[in-house]
């Protein structure tokens, strides 16, 4: 109990400091932080909602960036075809993922461990070749966007501090979601349905539907994570959807620790932080990130959630 | 309270520095320096370094800087390291632009930050064009340019059944049209593979099957390395000589060796050109960096040097930008392509020769210029360009 | 007809090459349970060395030795060094450790050897082409590829199909506690398969460089492939993964031979032009999901877990 109390502290404190943001590149006159940490705010959402299916659900999905990817065309061909409603660009990506996430969920949750790792990966190159070759939307030298999308004269996402708000805005409202989801009636079914899914099938849950649900969220909350991506940058391309990019949403997981709402989002933080610091200094810093990321795991997968606060939990096994 | 002092007192030197920025020019290179294409990211930052310490480490006589930024071949750790150089770095310049995905996503930021934008490669059609700017200037070439010289070449010298190929993606259709722009003989089949692709032997077995006079490809950096062996491999070669556009440079010839020899190429440059400054700068590269440049180390060479004219041209006035992109207009700086100016919407007029392989005395491949095919040659959509029409 | 009968003796090539990554994979995947995204770097490992030691010593007889050993050198140390620890660990730190070794070996290589592609070239005895089908030549050295794979395809069977070790490796696959219990070391076991894994993807390395390009990166993009042919052939099995890596050898080549003038039949130049190669690469992931949707196991799983 004493871990969950510290947990939401960090929380809470993690969410006060990120809000901060702005003004202190303000004060710092460095307003290029605040673009970075736009920027590590989008990845944090995508983080978040891996963790909803890998943490809790038990659902090894190695094709996460797809949904970015389909969250941030959406949002590029909608802007494309003129239609700047930024509320619009938001609800056609997210019923874009959700129709994806559906479609692949329907097939991928058929198998499970290693089978199951191997068809999302298999959908997100599946679905990563299709835009390369869809030269109508830029093909692999992707589509540049027109303008942001608009909300009228209250958010005017041209400005950086409001986009950075506006991001801030859908992450603490994606954190509030997921820490009632994870312990509602939904929550237990798909965490017992981790441990064993015949028993919550003999106690008379629908586990495919629930499993589907919960893979269903966390591609929408991915895809809207693809959409502001979009937004941010004006500008979409295949490259936000290769393979290792899903790898990399995985290894922001793991860095912050499992199952800890807020952990992702420090791992989003870190890793980002980190790839900026290294590229800065060295052009072989894949090289680094790789002996990071396998003494983390050889050290027992303590992400930086356990780090924060001296607890040493053993993370479960699935 | 009391944290706002320390904030305020640890922002002192920040201020101070950014204070001593103004005599300073920063240039900022964004380029890919990480993974396989950093083949050809690699001579872009040694001919930047090499062109700066030849102009005693002075930009227009004001001490100046690069700063290197990898994009890692993604365009949004492009868009993310352009970002950092307008608002961190606070460059006067931005250099750089291996790949028209990376330029596509900095452009509209870089100049909507009124920041001039050189690329030193990159030169796809939409900039050429309707959105071309004041602020953007293309160093290298219009990608449909060297096909267009390569179709032209064939034509008239009577090859008029060709089977093309290029990767499917945007660039590679650009190329296939820019040469059925000026080639209009038969065409035997026209193949599009999937972009990355690296064995071609399906594709080079239906060659054959077509006999064609000729083929005509488009094959950038690794996947050209494959083609080009492969093609060799099976034995085409000697029945069916192959043309190629941005397949065969210096840096991969490295790799395909023997497998390209007699291939021919067209570019813009190459580093055996009959130019003095050409040769000036192949020689000093070479002595520093001990191998032979590749046309992308070439344009960014001429790059620095442009940015030294303009700066010059404005005697270090840094926030007199219409007197700068004036000067960078002019094209008044010494290049390696010798004449060399722009054109209306900021592309270059330049020639365009074929290349052949060949080996050298030290039993080495090299790319040797056989014959002039463009002379002072424009780009195909200029006349798109609003700047063309004022 | 003649070209169809070319396309198939490519697709062949194309196959066997794809068999020897599977073969490592779904070995170590079907007894120790692991997912190794790092097999990829294997491949790299003894394509480097292999090109390294051609061009030092221009004798393809001492490359070939040199390359398997440094993968095999390079598969023993990870096994016991990294792998051994995630034996018991579930597949999401699997995925994440050997992702990292990915992303370091990518980086080494090119420390150690520079960022520029390597230059291997093809033995002269193997240099130049052979006929087998009239107005055809096909080139010396694939044929030698499939010759070579359909060898190691054949002995690979004998090993695990008639000799004690083989029976291990078996009974291991399909219960490890078990062949344990019955007292077969698993420790040495799982390190022998494991050391065959990597010499396999040596081997598959060593003969893709010469004609792909030997790159930092070059193994990311068949060891994607030959996680299709594992998953398609049933993980575990070594005659599933031979099916199956023919089989995506075959569809992929005639994909991209045939895919856009049939398109051609029925759609206008421009929109087949696209059409034909977007669906050509998307083929394999097809042909990889609707085998799993009818059967999540892969079409040859081995019996009995």
Known sequence: MAANRNRRLIMWLGMAALALVPPVSLALSQPYYVDLFTRILIFSIAALSLDLIISYGGMLSFGHAVYLGVGAYAVGIADAYGIDSGLFQLLVAAAATAAIATFIGLVSLRTSGVHFIMITLAFSQMIYFLSISVNKFGGEDGMTLNQRGQFGSLIPLDNANVLYYFVFAFLALFLWIQSHLVRSRFGMVIRGARTNPRRMAALGFPVFRYQLGAFVISGVMCGVAGALLAEQALFVSPAIMQWSRSGEIMVMVIMGGMGTLFGPILGAVAYLVLEDVLTGLTQYWGFFLGIILVAIILMGRQGIMSLVYGLRWKSSHG | ?390 | MLLLLVQAFNGLQFGVMLFLMAAGLTLVFGIMNVVNLAHGSLYMVGAYVCAETYVATHSFLLAIPAGLLAALATGVIIEIGIFRALYTRDHLDQVLATFGLTLMFNDLVRIIWGSDAIYATVPKFLAGQVVIIPGAPYPAYRLAIIVVGLAVAALLYLIIARTRYGMIIRAGASNRVMAGALGANIVVLYTVVFALGALLAGLAGLMAGPIFTVASGMGDSILILAFVVIVIGGIGSIRGAFIAALAVGFIDTMGRAYLRPLFGLFLPSTAADNAGPAVASMLIYIVMAAVLFFRPQGLFPPRMR
């Open chain 2, 1 to 390: 309270m009391k944290a706002k002092w320390l904030l305020a007192a640890g922002l002192l030197p920040l201020f101070a520095t950014h204070a001593s920025a103004a005599d300073k020019v920063k240039i900022g290179l964004i380029t890919t320096l990480s993974g396989p294409e950093a083949v050809m990211g690699n001579p872009m930052r040694d001919s930047a370094n090499l062109a700066l310490s030849m102009l005693g480490g002075k930009i227009g006589g004001l001490p100046a800087e690069i700063v290197f930024g990898d994009d890692q071949q993604k365009p949004d750790m492009g868009r993310q390291q352009a970002e950092k150089m307008l608002k961190k770095d606070k460059v006067n310049f931005i250099t750089g632009m291996l790949g028209s995905n990376v330029l596509l996503a900095v452009y509209r930021q870089v100049i909507g930050a009124h920041t001039i934008l050189i690329s030193a490669n990159a030169g796809p059609h939409q900039l050429a064009g309707k959105m071309c700017s004041p602020y953007f200037f293309a160093m290298g070439s219009q990608n449909d340019e060297a096909p267009e010289a390569m179709g032209h070449y064939l034509i008239a010298h009577h090859v008029d059944d060709v089977y093309v190929m290029a990767p499917n993606y945007a660039a590679g259709h650009d190329m296939i049209s820019g040469f059925k722009r000026t080639y209009k003989g038969k065409i035997a089949g026209e193949v599009y593979t999937t972009f990355g692709q690296h064995d071609y032997q399906a594709e080079i077995s239906q060659i054959r099957a077509a006999k064609p006079k000729a083929v005509f490809v488009f094959y950038p950096g690794g996947m050209g390395i494959q083609f080009v062996k492969q093609y060799a491999e099976f034995g085409l070669k000697k029945d069916i000589p192959l043309y190629s556009v941005y397949t065969v440079d210096p840096g991969t010839l490295k790799a395909e060796r023997e497998a390209a020899l007699g291939n021919y190429d067209a570019s813009f440059w190459g580093a055996d050109l009959d130019i003095a400054r050409s040769q000036q700068y192949v020689a000093a590269f070479t002595k520093k960096y001990h191998y032979t440049p590749p046309n992308y180390g070439a344009v960014t060479f001429d790059a620095i040097f442009a940015i030294d004219s303009a700066v010059k041209a404005v005697h270090g006035d840094l926030s007199n930008k219409k007197g700068m992109i004036a000067a960078l207009e002019k094209a008044n700086f010494p290049s390696v392509r010798g004449n060399f100016a722009f054109n209306t919407n900021h592309f270059p007029i330049e020639n365009f020769y074929l290349f052949t392989v060949v080996k050298t005395a030290d039993g080495k491949e090299s790319l040797k210029k056989r014959e002039t095919i463009f002379t002072a040659h424009k780009d195909a959509y200029a006349s798109e360009c609003p700047m063309t029409k004022k």
